[in-house]
């Protein structure tokens, strides 16, 4: 079945890093364009990143730029967020999701989640 | 970067009622690039309505999407005990994506 499963998170100290995993099945991941999402807690939704299908293309929210990288391997069906100077405020659950669409629908809605990895931020 | 807002905040309903949801845009929303997602406590989120109005694969037709350019409505035309949960907004139509804060539907 389509699934996506998130490892890497854990406790962190302020401006450590910390590289986020997320591996793919059930679907064909080198044609879809995948996304980072995180929530605080207690919070709601907040988009971090998005990568294209074929890695060409990525963009990121204002709040993470210059820190944050992603990045895919599609020979390995496995999409990275390799997150540097990290802060209190980065603390939340992070969630990949796929695109409803593939190749250039880069920018489209959230079909498919994964169940998140949680990642605190404390000294 | 658009800004969503979504109204009301926590909507107290009885099984069976209407719900229905508001999301609005600070600017119009390209091309109804327009999604709404339903969470519960402890889960991901899961995709509902994409383009304003199509529903996602295996979503109840209970469940409807209305609107364009900067405002949106998720309409639930009769709650059924699992939709008591927390409902999202996202817009996708620009480069800096957003989601609203939420609307919360609860059991009155």
């Known amino acids: 079945q389509v699934q996506l499963v998130e490892s890497g998170g854990g406790v962190v100290q302020p401006g450590r890093s910390l590289r986020l995993s997320c591996a793919a099945s059930?679907?064909?991941?080198?044609?879809?364009?995948m996304h980072w999402v995180r929530q605080a807690p207690g919070k709601g939704l907040e988009w971090v990143a998005v990568?294209?299908?074929?890695?060409?293309?990525?963009y990121y929210a204002d709040s993470v730029k210059g820190r944050f990288t992603i990045s895919r391997d599609n020979s390995k069906n496995t999409l990275y967020l390799q997150m540097n100077s990290l802060r209190a405020e980065d603390t939340a659950v992070y969630y990949c999701?796929?695109?409803?669409?593939?190749?250039?629908?880069?920018?489209?809605?959230?079909?498919?989640w994964g169940q998140g990895t949680m990642v605190t931020v404390s000294s | 970067e658009i800004v969503l807002t979504q109204s009301p905040g926590t909507l107290s309903l009885s099984p069976g009622e209407r719900a229905t949801l508001s999301c609005r845009a600070s600017?119009?929303?390209?091309?109804?690039?327009l999604a709404w997602y339903q969470q519960k406590p402890g889960q991901a989120p899961r995709l509902l309505i994409y383009?304003?109005?199509s529903r996602a694969t295996g979503i109840p037709d209970r469940f409807s999407g209305s609107g364009s350019g900067t405002d949106f409505t998720l309409t639930i035309s009769r709650l059924e005990p699992e939709d008591f949960a927390v409902y999202y907004c996202?817009?996708?139509?620009?480069?800096?994506?957003?989601f609203g804060p939420g609307t919360k539907v609860d059991i009155k």
């Open positions: 999701a796929k695109t409803l669409r593939y190749f250039d629908w880069l920018f489209d809605a959230f079909d498919i």
């Open positions: 059930g679907f064909t991941f080198s044609s879809y364009g």
């Open positions: 990568i294209s299908y074929d890695g060409s293309n990525k």
């Open positions: 600017q119009s929303v390209s091309s109804s690039y």
């Open positions: 383009g304003a109005s």
């Open positions: 996202q817009q996708y139509g620009s480069s800096q994506v957003t």
